[in-house]
Nanobody, 122 residues
Framework: QVQLVESGGGLVQPGGSLRLSCAAS????????MGWYRQTPGTQCELVAH???????VYGDSVKGRFTISRDDAKNAVVLQMNSLKTDDTAVYFC????????????????WGQGSQVTVSS
């Protein structure tokens, strides 16, 4: 009942910037937490950034100070602004939602976007 559509991935040189967007659609009234995770071959799924329904944010140590997460509740969207990109940032990035509210109940299920390839290379 919740669909997440990502956009903004691509190829960028080291030191460059990219902006990932994720838009949620469905019959829900409000979204709970939203976040971004990334994964590379042979690595575990890594937390990139997470923003709570109240606006509090948490970042993975490897991206702190370079990435910024923000949410737009009016548009049911979350954005990840990535600056000063490094080759180690190369990964598939997944948008996530951890729960949604309907008018009379709550759904604690996790939902995921399709994944966006981000490649940082010279």
């Amino acid at each position: 009942q919740v669909q997440l559509v990502e956009s903004g991935g691509g190829l960028v040189q080291p030191g460059g910037s990219l902006r990932l967007s994720c838009a949620a659609s469905g019959s829900f009234v409000r979204l709970n937490g939203m976040g971004w995770y990334r994964q590379t071959p042979g690595t575990q799924c890594e937390l990139v950034a997470h923003v709570s329904r109240g606006g509090g944010s948490v970042y993975g140590d490897s991206v702190k100070g370079r990435f910024t997460i923000s949410r737009d509740d009016a548009k049911n969207a979350v954005v990840l602004q990535m600056n000063s990109l490094k080759t180690d940032d190369t990964a598939v990035y997944f948008c996530s939602v951890d729960g949604v509210w309907y008018d009379g109940t709550v759904d604690n299920s996790h939902y995921w976007g399709q994944g966006s390839q981000v490649t940082v290379s010279s």
